[in-house]
C-alpha cells in the first residue's frame, strides 16, 4: 500500500491521532485544533485578572503550596493593556507574550501564521505557528505533537517553557508554570543551561469588563 494510501486510511479509521494528523494540516487546521484543545475560542480568555509567583533566579524553585499568596497581580486586556495594580505597563514583551498564551493571538485578523518546520522542546517531537504582522517582532509558539497543549514560545531573546496545565473558570485550559531561558543561539535555538527567571499562575478571574478604575 502506498505512504498516501495508509495515510487517508488512518485518518478515515481514525487509528491516526489528532496530534499526528493536525501536523500534517495547513496553518489554520492547527490553529482551530490547538484552540479546540484549549477549550475552544469562545472560552479564550479575554480579559482577566491573574495572581502570580515571579521568581527572577538562575535557581529553579518548587511549585507553590496552596498557601502561597504571590507576589503580583495584574489585569490583562489580551491583544490591548496591561495594569499593574492601577498602572498601566508599557512593557511590550509581556502584552506580547500574554496575547500568545491566550492563544488569541492566532485568531486575531491581522496575524498572519505560517507553520514551522517540527521541531523538539524538553525532549519531546513539538509542531510550530510563526505569528507576524500583528505584532512589531516575529513570535514562535510550540505545541506538543500529540497533546496539541502549548508547551514554549519564543519571542525575541527568550524561549518561555510551560507546564502545569489548570482550568481557568471559563473553561480554559492553560498552563500556569512558567520557565525562561535565554536563548544562547537565537538562529540555532540553542538554550543557556540555566534559566533566568519563573513564573506560577497562582489564579484567574476572568472579567467582562475593565475595572472602572482602569477604564481611561
Given at each position: 500500500?502506498?505512504?498516501i494510501?495508509?495515510?487517508?486510511?488512518?485518518?478515515l479509521?481514525?487509528s491516526?491521532?489528532?496530534?499526528?494528523?493536525?501536523?500534517?494540516?495547513?496553518?489554520?487546521?492547527l490553529?482551530?485544533?490547538?484552540?479546540?484543545?484549549?477549550?475552544?475560542?469562545?472560552?479564550?480568555?479575554?480579559?482577566?485578572?491573574?495572581?502570580?509567583?515571579?521568581?527572577?533566579?538562575?535557581?529553579?524553585?518548587?511549585?507553590?503550596?496552596?498557601?502561597?499568596?504571590?507576589?503580583?497581580t495584574s489585569?490583562?486586556?489580551?491583544?490591548?493593556?496591561?495594569?499593574?495594580?492601577t498602572?498601566?505597563?508599557?512593557?511590550?514583551?509581556?502584552?506580547?507574550?500574554?496575547?500568545?498564551?491566550?492563544?488569541?493571538?492566532?485568531?486575531?485578523?491581522?496575524?498572519?501564521?505560517?507553520?514551522?518546520?517540527?521541531?523538539?522542546?524538553?525532549?519531546?517531537?513539538?509542531?510550530?505557528?510563526?505569528?507576524?504582522?500583528?505584532?512589531?517582532?516575529?513570535?514562535?509558539?510550540?505545541?506538543?505533537?500529540?497533546?496539541?497543549q502549548?508547551?514554549?514560545?519564543?519571542?525575541?531573546?527568550?524561549?518561555?517553557?510551560?507546564?502545569?496545565?489548570?482550568?481557568?473558570?471559563?473553561?480554559?485550559?492553560?498552563?500556569?508554570?512558567?520557565?525562561?531561558?535565554?536563548?544562547?543561539?537565537?538562529?540555532?535555538?540553542?538554550?543557556?543551561?540555566?534559566?533566568?527567571?519563573?513564573?506560577?499562575?497562582?489564579?484567574?478571574?476572568?472579567?467582562?469588563?475593565?475595572?472602572?478604575?482602569?477604564?481611561?
Open positions: 500500500m502506498k505512504l494510501e495508509m495515510f487517508l486510511v488512518m485518518a479509521t481514525g491516526l491521532t489528532p496530534g499526528l494528523f493536525a501536523a500534517e494540516r495547513d496553518p489554520q487546521s490553529i482551530d485544533a490547538v484552540v479546540q484543545q484549549a477549550g475552544g475560542e469562545e472560552k479564550l480568555l479575554n480579559i482577566f485578572r491573574f495572581r502570580e509567583r515571579v521568581l527572577i533566579s538562575t535557581t529553579p524553585t518548587p511549585l507553590p503550596g496552596p498557601e502561597e499568596k504571590g507576589n503580583r489585569v490583562v486586556q489580551v491583544g490591548g493593556d496591561w495594569w499593574l495594580g498602572n498601566k505597563r508599557n512593557k511590550d514583551k509581556v502584552r506580547v507574550l500574554l496575547w500568545a498564551w491566550s492563544l488569541r493571538i492566532l485568531t486575531e485578523p491581522k496575524s498572519k501564521v505560517e507553520r514551522l518546520p517540527d521541531a523538539e522542546v524538553t525532549g519531546k517531537p513539538a509542531v510550530g505557528l510563526r505569528v507576524t504582522e500583528s505584532i512589531k517582532e516575529p513570535i514562535d509558539l510550540y505545541f506538543d505533537k500529540e497533546s496539541l502549548l508547551v514554549a514560545i519564543d519571542y525575541t531573546d527568550t524561549r518561555h517553557v510551560f507546564s502545569e496545565w489548570k482550568e481557568a473558570p471559563t473553561g480554559f485550559r492553560y498552563p500556569a508554570h512558567v520557565v525562561g531561558f535565554r536563548f544562547a543561539d537565537r538562529v540555532k535555538k540553542t538554550l543557556q543551561e540555566k534559566q533566568w527567571y519563573q513564573t506560577d499562575l497562582l489564579e484567574i478571574t476572568p472579567l467582562t469588563e475593565l475595572p472602572p478604575e482602569l477604564k481611561n
